[in-house]
Nanobody
Framework: QVRLVESGGGLVQPGGSLRLSCAASGLLFSINAMGWYRQAPGKQRELVAA???????NYADSVKGRFTISRDNAKNTVYLQMNSLKPEDTARYYC??????????WGQGTQVTVSS
């Protein structure tokens, strides 16, 4: 059974940084593209970053230059380094495969709150 466990969220001031982690089990992690999504209250879930099995990345315009997605296949883990955080980055963050692939069961996500 596939399981995704996100961690690393918290409360941070504007301009601060956080590093999110997503540990995956029950799948051939190294061959899967992975992505980070977020969902703010009252809004749809959106993809913010994705990384292929080979390490190619792409980002939503809203986070480009501030967020960095990476992966450690030996640890079955994907990361999201978030710098220069803004209040509008406040959301619950989830990992999953990118759109267009068969989505896995969602994990519980990790809450990121950017506020002074």
């Amino acid at each position: 059974q596939v399981r995704l466990v996100e961690s690393g969220g918290g409360l941070v001031q504007p301009g601060g940084s956080l590093r999110l982690s997503c540990a995956a089990s029950g799948l051939l992690f190294s061959i899967n593209a992975m992505g980070w999504y977020r969902q703010a209250p009252g809004k749809q879930r959106e993809l913010v970053a994705a990384i292929t099995s080979g390490g190619s990345t792409n980002y939503a315009d809203s986070v480009k230059g501030r967020f960095t997605i990476s992966r450690d296949n030996a640890k079955n883990t994907v990361y999201l380094q978030m710098n220069s955080l803004k209040p509008e980055d406040t959301a619950r963050y989830y990992c999953n495969v990118p759109p267009g692939l068969r989505l896995l069961d969602w994990g519980q996500g990790t809450q990121v709150t950017v506020s002074s």
